[in-house]
């Protein structure tokens, strides 16, 4: 990044400085920063930019950096290539500085997998091992791209600058986008700029800034104009002893403006411009004729063009071009930046460019589209430049044929938005070049698919479909394609609506029926797959048996694991048959698969799993899967549902560690509100591992991705219910009345809703509302009651039928004898899976109560004890609580003596609930405890509440005795 400013010191941008600063210091601390600087074109971006990064990597005091760690700082120019630009332009530059920062053995390391390096090698030679022959393709460039960042920003502080955003093509735009919103827990700045008086609402960029203003970690600084103070400020430095009333028209004139400033103090005694462009082209109206060309050349060919490319376009012979070179660079029109120059600023490549006569522009545009088509055509941002040249020469066919190629260079690299806007290129140039089918090598029919599918690998729904539109528009006659843009058609519509024309999939069907052509019967087995999604009963079942014999007829394993899927999913719909639905998946994971649609089937069988109650082997499959993901390269892609599976599943067999290392992987890979699903299970978790405080910390930081999460997935409510029921939990039951209790029953009763989530909603509601020893309300055992009839015939519906009834059963005061045949027979069955850990270990507390009341002292206070002692290890602290608590209250020596039980309860306290209760212990009233510890009465009488209920007294009498047996107890370890 050269330096390009005049003035030796940066006036004002006190307050922008500031920001940038702090963003870095969040980074510093592990909380990522993504800054995004606007302000009009000469407003001084790149000088508050390059102000910070001296800062921040001098830090001489290390008040910012660990010792030994000063920051990693990669640089990235975005450059005007027209509309399309190349796939990750500006990375590249990013990729090679960090690549020159670390070095190789850190780069590979943190690119993590073989095919994530070989995907960056082409982006930045050297890394890649040598060519081996693989089945495992390269990984995509993003995700890879993704990754290295986030690993990277593990070890070292990352700051990734990117320069003109207006410039930025859409593969970078997006990048930017996921980065912004998803990376958490690294030390990571992004600071990005643009020229806020490009866009218009219009712009490309336009919509990425939206959806940056929406994400909490994004930083906006917007740099104005300086006030005529700052620019006198400016112009004592440029040339001290002005005269003020000259600084006053100098102030005026510029509009604040520091470019505008630099150059109006340039000029010196000469004649002031009369436009703004005069001014601009002021520097470079005083070059001679060859420098003058030079420039104009370089103009043409961008911001930064290499030194190699700008004396091959030139036409100078090797010294005259030095000569106006060097001319250029002492005159401040352009500077030395690497191996190539810079412009001093755009505005001045902008003006320059506007002085190309159209037949100079012509051979120039050319010279350069012949220069690097010969000699650069490999590489992806040149590909894209060559059409871009092409089409400013009016070579329209070369253009096309340029054009063909980036879109090859982009379907490479895995760049869906460069491919999509690629293709939309190509069939806007289609009628304008002659034998374009030809030259293309596919139709103008198959271009819109492309297109429509690119769009929809983006998740823009709203574009694919309009793509899809097109294309149908100029596809009468290829019934092959013009039933993929059908069905392409129908797979938007349903995205965008829930519901797909029908009529597409039967118009498809009838058009691929009778074709004797492979490619027929893989695309009808996809069509039948999508009728069989969309229906129920023996018709989804035909069309997805045939779905799966056109997939084998055709010998396409793609086609066959998609078809597979949909008949797992089918059959698992009839839940007396869900076990069977296994088989299917079970096969369409051992086919040859890319590593994304292995991903796709194998998180299918996580899930299944899941909804099966097998979740050790959900564990060990989930595991397999996510390790898969991981090596190809695709974790970001395929691996956010695998991950939140494998977490479940792990918080579900007691492996609460392993878990959590999951949950933040999924949270990584995950959007911004997709995330709230991971939010959930982790409250879940801190529920039960009783840690409310943490819970509540927790839902309070993430309300707002909670909400916009359930506004646009009302579907999933039941589960939220059930986490908000499950919190509410105690001992002896809930408040029958209680908000989340009611949620909770309405959720087990609906039809709406999966029968899974169903299930375990009446189980949380029959745990919450029904409990030994108390009250209930006839009405609420009623429901209950008639929500179990009419359960379906399989293993895990039985047992969890079973855990209700025994609640029922519990809340009836039945014979302790036969509740204890009940329980134990419960938890039997439960030691080998079929409901997650903290339902083993309430039906094993749910056992030892039946115990006590039985008369079974010794083996409940033996049960009590292990609960109490395995429970936390699980993740179930709240259970292990529970455990100690009806202990307490039945007298029971769990650990040797009563003195030991209630030390275990009192254990269980926080640090701030033991000083009130210590305070109860010396007879304190609230008032009084409230004053002692600085807070009001009303706080300390909720604590005394929660203390109460928590440790399962009475009153305060009770809490105090209990506080001197803990201490007691205390006193004789």
Not at 163 to 179: I, P, V
Not at 280 to 302: E, F, H, I, K, N
Not at 839 to 846: D, M, S, V
Request: glycine share 8%; charged share 25%; aromatic share 4%.
């Amino acid at each position: 990044m050269p330096a390009l400013h005049s003035s030796p010191r940066m006036v004002g941008r006190h307050a922008e400085l500031a920001a940038l600063l702090e963003a870095f210091d969040d980074g510093v601390a592990g909380a990522p920063r993504t800054v995004v600087v606007r302000g009009e074109a000469g407003v001084g971006k790149t000088r508050l930019v390059q102000e910070f990064l001296a800062l921040v990597t001098a830090d001489p005091l290390g008040a910012r950096t660990a010792p030994g760690e000063a920051p990693v700082v990669a640089f990235g120019q975005c450059v005007d290539l027209g509309p399309i630009g190349a796939p990750f332009g500006p990375i590249r530059r990013v990729l090679r500085d960090l690549h020159a920062a670390v070095g190789t053995d850190a780069l590979r390391d943190a690119a993590g997998s073989a095919a994530a390096i070989a995907s960056l090698a082409a982006l930045v030679p050297g890394i890649g091992d040598e060519p081996t022959e693989s089945d495992e393709p390269a990984g995509q460039f993003a995700e890879a791209i993704e990754v290295l960042l986030e690993q990277l920003s593990r070890r070292r502080h990352v700051v990734v600058v990117l320069e003109d955003l207006q410039w930025a093509d859409a593969a970078t735009m997006a990048l930017l986008k996921t980065l912004a919103s998803t990376l958490r827990g690294r030390r990571l700045t992004i600071v990005a700029t643009y020229r806020s008086d490009d866009i218009d609402r219009f712009h490309p960029l336009r919509p990425v800034l939206a959806e940056l203003d929406r994400t909490r970690s994004v930083v906006r600084v917007e740099v104005t104009p300086l006030s005529p103070d700052e620019v006198a400020e400016q112009v004592a430095q440029l040339a001290g002893g002005v005269d003020p009333r000259v600084v006053e028209a100098l102030a005026e004139r510029s509009g604040g403006i520091p470019f505008l400033v630099e150059e109006l103090v340039d000029l010196g005694d000469r004649a002031l411009p009369d436009t703004l462009r005069e001014l601009v082209l002021a520097r470079y109206a005083r070059l001679g004729a060859d420098a003058q060309q030079v420039v104009r050349t370089m103009a043409a060919g961008g911001v930064h063009v290499d030194d190699d490319v700008l004396a091959a376009v030139a036409s100078l012979d090797e010294r005259a071009f030095d000569l106006a070179v060097r001319e250029a660079i002492d005159t401040r029109v352009i500077a030395a930046d690497g191996a190539g120059y810079v412009f001093r600023h755009a505005l001045t490549r902008e003006a320059v460019e506007s002085e190309i006569l159209p037949s100079e522009r012509v051979r120039v545009h050319r010279r350069y589209a012949e220069h690097l088509r010969d000699h650069r055509g490999d590489s992806p941002d040149d590909a894209s430049a060559v059409a871009e040249h092409w089409l400013a020469a009016r070579d329209l066919p070369a253009a096309f044929d340029a054009t063909v190629a980036a879109l090859q260079q982009s379907r490479s690299r895995f760049s869906p938005a460069t491919s999509a806007k690629l293709a939309e290129r190509l069939a806007e140039l289609w009628d304008q070049v002659p034998d374009a089918e030809t030259r293309a090598g596919t139709s103008l029919p198959a271009l819109h698919l492309a297109a429509a599918q690119a769009w929809h690998d983006l998740g823009d729904p709203e574009r694919s479909l309009r793509s899809a539109n097109e294309g149908l528009a100029v596809c009468p006659d290829d019934p092959l394609m013009r039933a993929g843009l059908l069905r392409q058609r129908f797979v938007e519509t349903f995205n965008l609506e829930h519901h797909g024309r029908q009529e597409d999939l039967d118009e498809a069907v009838s058009l691929l029926e009778g074709l004797d052509d492979p490619r027929a019967r893989i695309l009808l087995s996809r069509v039948l797959t999508n009728m069989a999604i969309d229906e129920h009963g023996a018709q989804a079942a035909e069309h997805a048996a045939r779905a799966i014999a056109l997939a084998e007829e055709a010998g396409d394993d793609a086609a066959l694991a998609v078809a597979l899927t949909v008949e797992a999913w089918r059959i698992s719909g009839d839940e007396d048959d869900q076990l069977g639905a296994l088989v299917p998946l079970e096969r369409a994971v051992t086919l040859k698969l890319d590593p994304s649609l292995r991903a796709y089937a194998g998180s299918a069988l996580t899930g299944l799993l899941l909804q099966v109650g097998r979740f050790d082997q959900a564990v060990v499959v989930g595991t397999q899967h996510y390790g898969d993901v991981a090596r190809a390269g695709i974790e970001r892609g395929s691996g956010a549902s695998i991950a939140h599976s494998l977490a479940f599943a792990l918080f579900a067999t007691g492996q609460p560690d392993a878990a959590l290392r999951y949950v933040q992987r999924a949270r990584r890979l995950m959007t911004p509100v997709d995330g709230a699903s991971v939010v959930r299970l982790v409250a879940s978790h801190l529920a039960w591992d009783d840690r409310a405080s943490e819970r509540d910390d927790l839902l309070t930081t993430e309300r707002g991705r909670i909400d916009e999460y359930r506004r646009l997935y009302p579907e999933k409510g039941e589960w939220w219910a059930i986490e908000h029921a499950e919190a509410a939990l105690t001992l002896h039951g809930g408040d029958a009345q209680t908000d989340a209790a009611a949620e909770v029953l309405a959720g087990a009763e609906a039809d709406a809703g999966t029968r899974g989530t169903r299930r375990y909603a009446l189980v949380t509601a029959a745990l919450l509302m029904l409990a030994p020893g108390r009250r209930n309300d006839p009405a609420v055992r009623a429901r209950i009651g008639a929500a179990l009839e009419g359960w379906p015939d399989n293993a895990l519906a039985r047992l969890m039928e079973r855990f209700v009834r025994a609640v029922l059963a519990d809340a009836d005061a039945e014979p302790a004898a036969g509740r204890v045949e009940a329980w134990r027979g419960i938890v039997d069955e439960l030691a080998d899976g079929g409901m997650p850990v903290w339902y083993l270990q309430t039906a094993r507390c749910r056992l030892a109560w039946a115990l006590i009341d039985a008369g079974e002292r010794d083996e409940a206070a033996a049960l009590l004890t292990a609960i109490a002692a395995e429970a936390p290890a699980l993740g179930v602290a709240r259970v292990g609580r529970w455990a100690t608590e009806l202990a307490t209250r039945a007298r029971l020596a769990t650990s040797g003596n009563g003195a030991e039980a209630g030390a275990g309860i009192v254990a269980t306290l926080t640090p701030r609930e033991l000083q009130v209760l210590e305070l109860i212990a010396e007879g304190l009233t609230n008032p009084q405890i409230g004053q002692r510890l600085f807070i009001s009465p009303k706080t300390a009488s909720v604590h005394v509440s929660a203390i109460l209920a928590k440790i399962g007294a009475a009153n305060r009498a009770e809490a105090a005795a209990l506080y001197a047996a803990a201490a007691s107890a205390s006193a004789s370890a």
